[in-house]
């Protein structure tokens, strides 16, 4: 196994987002569930993007 350096990982097709209150991640087919887009456990309305644990490089020219 390798280690993910404390990067949660799910399963879920689509875009995962993150609680700026609680910083749960829950998947956006979770939160389309619910009439306004609020977290699962806190009920908060602000979620901030998580991004894919990908690397890009790019050459300078």
Do not use: W
């Not at 749960?24 to 901030?48: M, T």
Request: charged share 30%; net charge positive; proline share 5%.
């Amino acid at each position: 196994m390798s280690a993910n350096n404390g990067i949660e990982t799910t399963n879920t097709e689509g875009p995962v987002y993150e609680c700026v209150k609680c910083a749960r991640r829950v998947a956006h087919k979770d939160l389309q569930r619910y009439i306004s887009f609020r977290c699962p456990y806190c009920g908060y309305r602000i979620f901030r993007k998580v991004r894919a644990p990908i690397v890009k490089r790019v050459k300078a020219r």
